[in-house]
């Protein structure tokens, strides 16, 4: 099992920065891919960004390609991702997930979730 626990969300105004993280603990979370997935309110939750085990595969939705960046560090099981120049349609809960796989991450089912954390853009 592995456990991911997300932290940094919170209400800042179009244009600001915020950085999320997710820690993970259990049996080998450092071999598993990870990622951020979204859910704004009436919306399906959609795939935000996932890296690799090893952080050198990247992948980034459309809508925030060019704003937010994804890492790891594996040292502390922790998966960042540094989001700039938000805009109020980033308002979602972001959920932080890990799989196995990165292609299963992209695209289902996920092996594991966090809680979730709340981000709030206001314009």
């Known amino acids: 099992q592995v456990q991911l626990v997300e932290s940094g969300g919170g209400l800042v105004q179009a244009g600001a920065s915020l950085r999320l993280s997710c820690t993970a603990s259990g049996r080998t979370s450092s071999t598993y891919a990870r990622g951020w997935f979204r859910q704004a309110p009436g919306k399906e939750r959609e795939f935000v960004s996932a890296?690799?085990?090893?952080?050198?595969?990247?992948y980034y939705a459309d809508s925030v390609k060019g704003r937010f960046t994804i890492s790891r560090d594996n040292a502390k099981n922790t998966v960042y991702l540094q989001m700039n120049s938000l805009k109020p349609e980033d308002t979602a809960v972001y959920y932080c997930a890990a799989d196995f796989s990165i292609s299963q991450l992209q695209r289902g089912p996920v092996d594991y979730w966090g809680q979730g954390t709340q981000v709030t853009v206001s314009s």
């Open positions: 890296i690799s085990w090893n952080g050198v595969s990247t």
